[in-house]
């Protein structure tokens, strides 16, 4: 199988004759190329039935690694199941319009946390309206920079509770089966607050607008984005609480692209698989040069140590544990959840290990680093 590691170690040098790139871009790159090679080291991990014994090369553990995601995500989800509740949950997503992708280059960290701003007051002072719900709902919001094409295009994907504490925390509003609050109302909220806020960094000189290659109108700009209708829309929800575990685990830990996707490297061309959104889902192929790859890819690089997941509401750190024990009093707990929460403890010490291939039988668990790789000849 062909791997962005595979593109990255034959055609980088290609890409730095075309394109410079930021620190934390190289270190990504770095990271990559070391991931399960000697660089890295390696480890021993043994069965816990009948000691058999397997030396692997270590990862690396970047985000935006193919390979490391896995473990990432199961320790992610062992940690946010504890916050389920048996109520129905929404996804909402949040994009803007493609004229912004210049300044959003320009500026991803401002421009990232903007797009967490503008959608969590959205969704939460919305639903504190009495009007719509008149409860405080809890939330995750997980940024995605990618189009299935490797193309620019952040935006926000929010796993919403149907429906949240009152205000005097003695009481659980349930929302209707359909979504509390109206898109179009829910999309001009968040145009309102995202231009009030750009608008408002751009006149106090706390953004780039303009590059040698990238020439923007601001007001100009502006004009036309308060009157475009902005694409917020509302997915099914999720058919029980369970669905949402799964949910998240295809979603939380995402990155642009896949190994899995990714068909052949030949001659300079890299070509992988791609769903099209605006032709009803269908499967389809792309061929990049692979310099466009790498270029692509890297596009999808976070800033260093920036958070992509984020909670709100009843779910936020600050008031997560204490929140989360009022809605369980008030709501209760179905058998699903808590034979769930049940299994969880026993589930979070598994996550580093897997079946012995040996006895079939035992665990294989970590045991000791190993620093001298030449071990594995």
């Known amino acids: 199988m062909i791997e962005v590691q595979d593109v990255l170690r034959r055609y980088f040098a290609d890409f730095l004759d075309v394109y410079s790139i930021s620190f934390e871009q190289f270190k990504v ?91 969590s007051e959205t969704l939460l002072e919305l639903a504190s309206d009495s009007k719509y719900l008149g409860a405080d709902i809890g939330f995750s919001s997980i940024l995605h920079t990618w189009g299935q094409n490797l193309s620019f295009h952040p935006h926000l994907h929010c796993v919403v509770s149907g429906g949240g504490l009152d205000f005097s925390n003695t009481r659980f509003v349930k929302s209707k089966d359909n979504f509390f609050i109206p898109i179009k109302v829910l999309s001009r909220k968040f145009r309102g607050k995202f231009l009030f806020y750009l608008k408002k960094a751009f006149y106090n000189n706390d ?64 070509t992988f698989k791609f769903k099209d959104y605006k032709d009803n889902n269908r499967q389809k192929v792309m061929s990049l040069s692979a310099v466009e790859f790498i270029r692509r890819f890297l596009l999808h690089v976070l800033p260093n140590r920036f958070v992509k997941i984020r909670h709100y509401g009843f779910l936020a750190n600050r008031n997560r544990k204490k929140k989360i024990m009022i809605c369980r009093r008030i709501l209760g707990l179905s058998k699903f959840l808590y034979n769930l929460l049940s299994g969880s ?33």
């Open 29 to 119: 790159v770095n990271s990559l190329l070391a991931c399960r090679t000697a660089s890295l080291g390696a480890h021993v991990d043994i069965c816990d039935n009948c000691s058999h014994s397997h030396i692997s090369y270590n990862s690396c553990r970047n985000r935006h690694c193919p390979k490391c995601q896995h473990s990432s995500i199961q320790k992610w989800l062992f940690k946010q199941q504890d916050a389920l509740l048996d109520v129905q949950y929404f996804h909402v997503v949040f994009t803007i319009p493609e004229s912004l992708n210049g300044i959003a280059l320009l500026n991803r960290k401002f421009f990232y946390d903007l797009l967490f701003k503008s959608a």
């Open 207 to 270: 953004i780039v607008i303009s590059s040698s290659s990238n020439n923007i109108d601001f007001p100009s700009l502006l004009d036309s984005l308060y009157s475009t209708e902005w694409v917020v829309f509302c997915k099914p929800s999720f058919e029980h609480v369970g669905a949402v575990l799964k949910y998240l685990s295809s979603y939380t830990h995402r990155i642009a692209i896949s190994n899995s996707r990714i068909i052949s490297m030949d001659d300079g061309i890299v």
């Open 345 to 377: 403890s026993d589930n979070g010490g598994s996550i580093r290990s897997y079946v012995c291939p040996s006895c079939n039988n035992g665990r294989m668990r970590y045991s000791q680093f190993i620093s001298n790789v030449r071990l594995l000849c």
